[in-house]
């Protein structure tokens, strides 16, 4: 038998430490050059691996990934995609929750586009990538070149944090960026634009000197298909009625909350169980003369707005943002108004987050006066953008209705009145039979199982429990099987109760199993629904073990986090296990889709 020379010490050496794809394309260059040598040798192969000889360099290609949690992000990328496929430039499409999170470390070229969400954490279908990249596990991406898009809302204090943390954390474990990370506020369309063009511009030039030819595909991503848009978007809203607005929560309540109910007849409008409702409003007509008054400035004064010039008043009840100051507006009109205590505000930026959370932007204006022409103002402020509310209701109960549970903002500040731009559109200043702009933003990272049969657990506080309405209104029309568990929390049982004659329906026609209700301020002590989670551990394992699925919906920065807490301590007691195999686990469930949240 012919003696085989061993590989060389340096290629035995190396080889473990390369990829799939490094090894397929090595494995093509070693046959290649060996038919070479055969050929000049007179020699032939065997013809079973004949056709392995084809095996070349693998080709430029892009990875393109959305995190997303309202749909933005999964736009931009899309269109990011589109435009490299045009250019000639294969590409790889996902959103992250379609993403496996270990095969970031046989990426080359990868193009991010993040949302950020709650006290700037990343959106819900990129917590798995994050914390894969942050763990003890990350691998080193000393292959990966990257660019990273973050969409944010710099009213909030850690504005587009999650992009700036993942183009951190790439770089930090050996990527190299093709494009210094860019970070875009609610208006991102002209930025995103922009840094879709730069970086096509960018990869045609990469691409064409790119020397390789075809090799096998591995297995990835499902290339980019274009999907039909649904008539009205965000961009084209549809005039639809406002059938009901009814306050659910008792006189005495400290909390306003609306059920609203929006007819979608005469549109193509669908939605399913889980998704939300985007809505357009106009400021209100009060707050508009306060501003004008403010300011000195003549409700009549042109000015442009949008593609055409309008007088300022009607600009500013339908274009532009009065309810949410940010540090753009607090920079830029410090700049104007030239006061000591405002500029020593503006330039310590923990005094500004503090400031902006708990001044209204026509309290700045009330506070430090200044004269400002109409068109200084209005360069000041941002545009006007629709809100979303998740959806509390499922077609197959309410046809072609969509209902919604709104929480009406509502609060003092120095004396004077304030209200949300949009909760209070929808209940103050919208008749029943009158028209409200609706679309919907779907949420596919929010869904019900695919089999009836398994159990869900729904935990949410106040509004929150809004898709758990929806959810179990499509349970019981699809007569499923699966199990129901309700964690509910609000201060007070009699006055905060929110659809408790349908929660007791529900629990009488045998589709509520298991309830359990956190009314925080009927007690001395505090009780949430955390701690409703922790007092039933063992049954919430059990139900975990039966294949449950676990939903969260409420406020991110404090209500999602101790609800987090609650369910590892649970995981961890119950399973008996360490602290690192309770992340592993939980992040199991995550990838599984049995650990969902929609949250704000």
């Known amino acids: 038998?012919?003696?085989?020379?061993?590989?060389?010490?340096?290629?035995?050496?190396?080889?473990?430490?390369?990829?799939?794809?490094?090894?397929?394309?090595?494995?093509?260059?070693?046959?290649?050059?060996?038919?070479?040598?055969?050929?000049?040798?007179?020699?032939?192969?065997?013809?079973?691996?004949?056709?392995?000889?084809?095996?070349?360099?693998?080709?430029?290609?892009?990875?393109?990934?959305?995190?997303?949690?309202?749909?933005n992000a999964?736009?931009?990328?899309?269109?990011?995609?589109?435009?490299?496929?045009?250019?000639?430039?294969?590409?790889?499409?996902?959103?992250?929750?379609?993403?496996?999170?270990?095969?970031?470390?046989?990426?080359?070229?990868?193009?991010?586009?993040?949302?950020?969400?709650?006290?700037g954490e990343p959106p819900e279908e990129a917590v798995v990538l994050h914390k894969l990249l942050n763990g003890k596990k990350a691998p080193k991406l000393d292959r990966l070149q990257f660019a990273v898009l973050g969409l944010g809302d710099s009213s909030y204090p850690n504005f587009c944090q999650a992009g700036k943390d993942f183009d951190q954390r790439f770089a930090e474990l050996g990527a190299n960026r093709l494009f210094d990370r860019v970070d875009a506020d609610l208006d991102f369309a002209a930025t995103a634009d922009k840094w879709v063009k730069d970086i096509?511009?960018?990869?045609?030039?990469?691409?064409?000197?790119?020397?390789?030819?075809?090799?096998?595909?591995?297995?990835?991503?499902?290339?980019?298909q274009a999907t039909k848009e649904s008539q009205y978007n965000k961009n084209n809203p549809f005039a639809a009625t406002l059938l009901t607005n009814q306050k659910i929560t008792a006189r005495q309540s400290d909390k306003d909350v609306r059920h609203i109910e929006i007819d979608l007849s005469g549109s193509d409008l669908h939605y399913q169980a889980g998704d939300a409702l985007g809505v357009w409003f106009d400021n209100d007509p009060a707050l508009v003369d306060e501003i004008l008054g403010v300011l000195g400035i003549d409700p009549q004064t042109a000015v442009q707005a949008g593609e055409k010039a309008q007088p300022i008043a009607a600009a500013l009840l339908s274009h532009f943002e009065l309810t949410q100051n940010t540090p753009a507006f607090m920079?830029?009109?410090?700049?104007?108004?030239?006061n000591e205590e405002l500029n020593a505000i503006v330039a310590d930026n923990e005094s500004l987050q503090k400031f902006i959370q708990n001044t209204p932007l026509v309290d700045v204006l009330h506070r430090f006066p200044a004269t400002l022409t109409a068109k200084q103002f209005i360069g000041l402020l941002r545009p006007l953008t629709p809100r979303l509310y998740s959806i509390s209701s499922s077609p197959a109960e309410v046809g072609k209705e969509v209902h919604l549970t709104v929480g009406v903002v509502r609060f003092e500040h120095e004396g004077r009145n304030r209200a949300g731009g949009a909760s209070s559109f929808l209940a103050d200043r919208v008749e029943e039979d009158g028209e409200v702009r609706v679309f919907v933003e779907h949420n596919d990272g929010f869904r019900l199982p695919t089999d009836n049969s398994k159990p869900i657990i729904m935990v949410g506080s106040g509004t929150g429990v809004a898709p758990f309405r929806a959810f179990m209104q499509q349970r019981a029309a699809d007569e499923a099987e699966g199990?129901?568990?309700?964690i509910f929390g609000n201060p007070h049982f009699a006055t905060d109760f929110l659809y408790q004659t349908e929660w007791q329906q529900f629990a009488k026609d045998g589709f509520l199993h298991k309830y359990d209700f956190a009314w925080s301020r009927d007690q001395a002590e505090k009780i949430y629904v955390q701690d409703k989670i922790r007092e039933n551990a063992t049954a919430l394992w059990q139900?975990?073990?039966?294949?449950?699925?676990?939903?969260?919906?409420?406020?991110?920065?404090?209500?999602?986090?101790?609800?987090?807490?609650?369910?590892?301590d649970v995981i961890a007691q119950e399973g008996k296990l360490s602290t690192e195999d309770t992340e592993e686990y939980l992040n199991t469930l995550r990838e599984e889709k049995r650990y969902q949240r929609d949250v704000y």
């Open 543 to 568: 139900w975990l073990q039966e294949g449950a699925y676990f939903y969260v919906c409420g406020d991110a920065a404090r209500m999602a986090k101790d609800v987090e807490a609650a369910l590892l």
């Open 483 to 486: 199990k129901n568990w309700l």
């Open 74 to 119: 999964k736009s931009v990328a899309d269109k990011m995609a589109e435009q490299l496929k045009a250019a000639g430039v294969e590409v790889k499409r996902a959103a992250l929750k379609d993403y496996k999170a270990k095969n970031i470390a046989d990426e080359s070229y990868l193009l991010l586009v993040t949302s950020t969400q709650g006290d």
């Open 200 to 224: 096509v511009n960018l990869l045609k030039e990469k691409a064409a000197s790119h020397t390789s030819v075809a090799t096998p595909q591995v297995a990835g991503n499902a290339p980019v």
């Open 1 to 71: 038998m012919q003696n085989i020379n061993p590989l060389p010490p340096e290629l035995a050496q190396l080889l473990p430490s390369l990829t799939v794809s490094q090894l397929a394309w090595l494995s093509g260059y070693a046959w290649a050059k060996a038919e070479n040598a055969n050929i000049i040798a007179g020699e032939n192969l065997p013809q079973n691996l004949t056709a392995l000889s084809t095996v070349q360099a693998e080709p430029f290609s892009v990875t393109v990934l959305s995190g997303s949690q309202t749909g």
């Open 331 to 338: 920079k830029g009109y410090a700049a104007l108004a030239n």
